[in-house]
């Protein structure tokens, strides 16, 4: 996705480690007229599938799946990262963060996801594929069908496309970034 490529390069912030700063317009600020696109290249690379939900996990993924959503007409089930207090009837798991370093419980309510769901995942990142892993988990748990994951922005040097592909996971990534460093942001061809 070349306008993606062309505002990653223009305004996101690359870091030895591995970051890539997008809180210009992705994850903190949102530029909408770039979520819109990202929803309709989404749509566009998922029009083969017989879909009745889109799930993703909070914070950052709930921009680009309500985007999704909306142009698919399908309503959107968010994972928490906390139980609320009025949450009962709940799937959860556990899942690892690699940029804030911590592990999360994170959880469902079986009311909005169920055997009856042929859903896809939608996030902002894939690294190491965590968070991705335990939405799966949790949608195994409920006995939906997970038809495929989808993701603004890949980094391929980190595991997470393996990860996934392991599993049996069909993986739609719209930009992949070969490496990233202290300003130095290369993309896969």
Known sequence: MELLKERILKDGKSFDG?????DS????????ILMKAIASEFVKRFSDLNIN???TIEASGIAPAIMVGLELELPVVFVKKAKPKTMSDMLATQVYSFTKDRT?????????LNENDNVIFIDDFLANGNAALGVKNLIDQAGANLLGMGFIIEK???EGRD???NENIRVESLVRVKTLGNDLIKFEE
């Open 156 to 158: 391929s040097f980190q």
């Open 53 to 55: 939900k889109i799930v």
């Open 25 to 32: 317009f992705i994850n903190h600020q949102m530029d909408p």
């Open 163 to 165: 990860r996934l592909l």
């Open 104 to 112: 999360y419980d994170v959880c469902v309510s079986n009311k909005f």
């Open 18 to 22: 591995g970051i890539l700063k997008v």
